[in-house]
């Protein structure tokens, strides 16, 4: 069975990564692996440029985060579906309301209630813990995660976590709590640390990482580092075979905008789109008429009146306070969605006309 990295950070984790989501994709197709999981801190910025380079790749992207939690310790989530997707969504956008810019942290009474649909990975050498988390997840969705990056005390920690696993009955996940696809990004990480720390690479001492080990490894050198735990490294893809949640079905919709009575939002953005017009042209001509009601057609089809009516209340609202506010910005941005739904239209017309035939 290949191994899966489970646990791999990008520079989306703001300086506490070396490498790009495309590198980790592109590495990771190097070395043949069928699936990689990307867990950036506090956030999933990084899963659409992920998600995109891995398919390009042939590796199937699997989306996940690390919880900074309010005791100091990491929490790896990894998303199964898309309440999973949901979920890791919302507990993270409350987190972040309440904090201050860098600062965010997780509470463990939040678990609970964001619990479904995520996988837990554990690697802190706590009975209390793991109880805890076997509560709030299920049994099923906790497993044990071990690391060997060949620094001392490491294998106590570790015997510590397989004794835990055995007495809770739990599965073992081997990780390479990857920071950087290559070894030689070990150097940016190092700059990173510096940056964020606020010193230099000759003051910074131990804050520094220890080794270059936190690479995206091979499956013979995982299973060599894990030669005597077999088991961890064939639950790597057991696990990767359960996360089927993918950004391409996520299926988002634009929330209803409320419009007048006696209005849908298509028809209350026909009439705002033909008054405008109005308003911006002297007299309208064929060429526009005939743009404005092949847009508004397919915008109606693609079902994203509600979109296109969010941004111009946004942009009437800050108008009418005097916030600045880059009309044109905000034009190209509703033209770029417009363009790309366009896109995704047609290409859905010709797989679906392919696959008659």
């Known amino acids: 069975m290949p191994y899966i990295e489970l646990h791999a950070s990008s520079a989306f984790s703001f300086l506490r990564g070396g490498s790009s989501p495309e590198h980790l994709a592109e590495t990771a197709a190097k070395l043949k692996m069928p699936a990689l999981a990307l867990l950036d801190r506090n956030g999933v910025y990084g899963s659409q440029r992920f998600s995109a380079a891995c398919r390009e790749q042939n590796v199937r992207p699997i989306v ?56 837990a990975l554990f690697g802190n050498p706590s009975a209390k813990r793991a109880q805890f988390l076997n509560e709030t997840f299920g049994r099923e ?19 510590q976590l397989i004794d835990l696993a055995d007495s809770y009955h739990l599965p073992l996940l081997a990780t390479n709590g990857v920071r950087y696809a290559t ?24 804050i520094l990482t220890l080794n270059s080990e936190r690479y995206l490894k091979s499956d013979i050198e995982m299973k060599s580092l894990f030669r005597d735990r077999p088991d961890a490294i064939e639950n790597t893809e057991r696990l990767a075979d359960r996360l089927s949640f993918s950004l ?72 009418k306070h005097n916030i600045m506010c880059k009309v044109g910005a905000v034009r190209r941005t509703a033209r770029f969605v417009f363009v790309s739904a366009s896109r995704r239209l047609i290409r859905s017309k010709i797989i679906s006309s392919s696959n008659v035939f």
């Open 248 to 319: 391409e079905n996520i299926g988002y919709t634009f929330p209803d905008f409320p419009v007048p009575n006696g209005h849908s939002m298509d028809s209350f953005l026909y009439t705002q789109t033909w008054s405008g017009a109005q308003e911006r042209y002297d007299a309208i001509s064929v060429k526009v008429r005939r743009q404005i009601k092949e847009e508004l057609a397919l915008i109606q089809r693609l079902k994203f009146s509600g979109y296109f009516l969010i941004v111009w209340d946004i942009v009437n609202f800050c108008l």
């Open 183 to 206: 070894a030689h990004g070990r150097q940016v990480l190092d700059v990173f640390t510096c940056i964020r720390e606020h010193t230099h690479l000759d003051a910074a001492g131990k």
């Open 64 to 119: 996940g985060c690390e919880l900074a939690m309010e005791d100091g310790c990491m929490l790896p989530v990894l998303v199964e579906d898309r309440i999973g997707y949901k979920n890791l969504c919302e507990l993270l956008t409350q987190a972040h309301l309440r904090s201050e810019k860098g600062s965010c942290v997780i509470c463990y009474s939040e678990l609970a209630a964001f619990s479904a649909g995520l996988v």
């Open 141 to 159: 969705n906790v497993y044990i995660e071990i690391q060997r990056h060949l620094i001392r005390g490491e294998e106590q920690i570790n015997r």
